[in-house]
């Protein structure tokens, strides 16, 4: 079955430890996206890369870091820099429409953090 | 600046049709987008808009007007299952970077 995955589901850190998620698909989508959630809240863009070895910083980028040396891996670290980490991280990927078709991103079942 | 504007909440009782609204100041984009969201779950698609009008699948319809910057999804034969966040979004051209609605709670009531 194609999708995406996210380990682990859920992920304890201690105040000024950096923590890698992962983030893997197999759908063959040439972009993929960072979200960050907090409760009763909406999707912050946290980073999306384009293309492999290519991504853009997003709205809430400061404290994060990202690499795409793999088309089917995008993984996101949550840096000691990053104030107020405890949210809900959703990954997803980009099913591109033509100029009149669906334009499509498929979640991830999220990571959710939680510092101590 | 780019912003998509939704009601925060709205409440149904089962049966009920509802529309949750999408209004939005963004200088252009490829088509408007509906997420479904569950709590504790990651987002679904639901429906697509590429052209201005109404897009029907199943018990979902959404509605797209450009000159009018509005859109909607329109639920019909509310079910408890409905109960959820949604959300629209567009991706403006020329770049790969999303925009999500500030989300729309839906509450059905037995």
């Known amino acids: ?116 | 600046g780019q912003s998509l504007e939704q009601p925060s909440e709205v409440t149904a009782v089962e049966g009920a049709i509802v529309q949750i609204n999408c209004t939005y100041q963004t200088s252009g984009f490829y088509g408007l987008s509906w997420y479904q969201q569950h709590d504790g779950g990651a987002p679904t698609f639901l429906s697509y808009n590429a052209l201005d009008g109404l897009e029907e699948t199943g018990r979902f319809s959404s509605f797209l007007s450009r000159s009018d910057s509005y859109g909607y999804l329109l639920l019909q034969e509310l079910q408890m299952k409905d109960s959820a966040s949604y959300f629209c979004a567009v991706r403006p051209p020329g770049t790969y970077k999303y925009i999500f609605g500030t989300g729309t709670r839906l509450k059905v009531l037995a």
């Not at chain 1, 194609?2 to 950096?18: A, D, M, V, W």
């Not at chain 1, 591109?96 to 498929?106: H, I, L």
Request: overall charge positive.
């Open chain 1, 1 to 116: 079955d194609g999708g995406i995955t996210q380990s682990p589901k859920y992920l304890f850190r201690k105040e000024g430890q950096n923590v890698t998620l992962s983030c893997e698909q197999n759908l063959n989508h040439d972009a993929m996206y960072w979200y960050r959630q907090d409760p009763g809240q909406g999707l912050r863009l946290i980073y999306y890369s384009q293309i492999v070895n290519d991504f853009q910083k997003g709205d809430i980028a400061e404290g994060y870091s990202v690499s795409r040396e793999k088309k089917e891996s995008f993984p996101l670290t949550v840096t000691s820099a990053q104030k107020n980490p405890t949210a809900f991280y959703l990954c997803a990927s980009l099913k591109q429409a033509g100029r009149a078709g669906t334009d499509t991103q498929y979640f991830g079942p999220g990571t959710r953090l939680t510092v101590l």
